[in-house]
């Protein structure tokens, strides 16, 4: 297989000799070295075989002295292809610029995808990343990932997390951010549990501090729950300071009041769609329609980007954006309160319940119409801890005369 490229790499002849002399014309082939393949006689005075473009060239020489007569049959290789495709100017002329193509599609960079957390400013770190030589169009032998993730890691204390992933002609940009940490009371100051929800208490945990609450009692917000004043436990023993810790759960309930208007404005869409195209090769972006993309009147606007790209990770310079507008007219829809009954519901019921940290036990509701508007009135009965920590300013009290022994 691979002799067989190499021969069609310098090209060969296949050719039918004639004469009487065929033993001659064999014979003078053997003393000059003249390599015959792929022999086939078909008649006393008639052979066919296969030389190679030099051998052929050498046996032009020496035709004269045989007394036979060699017609080449057919021709094969790469010099015949190019003497062939020699004219064909446009030809060449399309290999070259698919060669200039190539080589800047896959040496520059021509697409960037962020995956920026959003506590952090991405549109700083984008500015940073481009003074850096992170841009559209930029050598990719010219980003040194690792002094970049560097040199963001000092311009930017918030990010715990950076890389920048190549793949192809495209690049992602991953950056995540500090997590804020939570406000936490010193562990050696002296705190209280109190009561973030009025309610009836339930259920009293005091891991630390001393219970000033029972089942059954109730509270308000900011009630004293668990106090960091513990009287002494012993005959003879004092009162001390300490970090109350614990839960307390609570029978809450929570009121929720919303309207809806049973007018409703609805869009009928009248099927007229405009459409405006723009072309985008880089960083330019040449507009294929007259005017602005503002269209006027009441309509939906749909933008639509179609890049040419192989694969995921080879993307092409050039990307087809697609305005469309739905326009539409507003028609207005009466509603009854029976049919906005379950979404009002389900919309107040997730609301209580994101608030709360418990379970809904129960809920009661009215729903009603009110000048044209439902009005929904709901009682949301719940369980849930409601001890939260809060400095304590109590004090030791003072020993008195008949406390002394």
Partial sequence: MIGRLWLLAHGQVRVRVTGASLPRFLNLCARHSLILRRMKRTAWNELYATLSVGDFRRLRQHM?????????????????????????????????????????????LWAIETRIDPRLPA????????????????????????????????????ITFFALNIRGNSLTVEAVGRKTPEELLDQDAVVKVVASRSGVVRTVRALEGQPVVQPGDAVSVGDTLISGLVPPTREGGGYHLAHARGTVEAYTAHT?????????????????VRRQYALVMGNKRLNLYIGSGIAGGTCDKIIETRTLRLSDSVV??????????????????AQTVDAVRGQMLSRALGAVTEEIDGTVTD???????????????????????????????????????????
Wanted: proline share 6%; glycine share 6%.
């Fill in 123 to 158: 549109a700083e770190i984008m500015c940073q990343l481009d003074t850096l030589g992170v841009r559209i169009g930029a050598p990719l032998r010219a980003i040194d990932v690792p002094a970049i993730r560097w040199r963001m890691l000092q311009w930017q204390p918030d």
């Fill in 363 to 405: 809920h009661t509701e009215t729903l009603c119409e009110e000048n044209g508007a439902a009005v929904l009135r709901m009682t949301v009965h719940a369980v849930e801890q409601i001890g939260a920590e809060a400095l304590d300013d109590s004090t030791i009290p003072e020993e008195t005369a008949e406390d002394l022994p």
């Fill in 256 to 272: 929720v009041q919303a309207a809806r208007p049973l007018q409703m404005a609805k869009k009928q869409y009248t099927g007229k």
């Fill in 316 to 333: 092409f310079p050039v990307s087809l954006v697609i305005q469309s507008f739905a326009f539409y007219e507003r028609e207005t829809a």
């Fill in 64 to 108: 004269g002295r045989t007394g036979c007569r060699v017609h080449i049959v057919r021709r094969q290789g790469a010099p015949f292809w190019i003497e062939r495709l020699r004219p064909r100017v446009v030809l060449w002329g399309g290999l070259l610029l698919l060669i200039a193509l190539y080589g800047v599609m896959y040496t520059r």
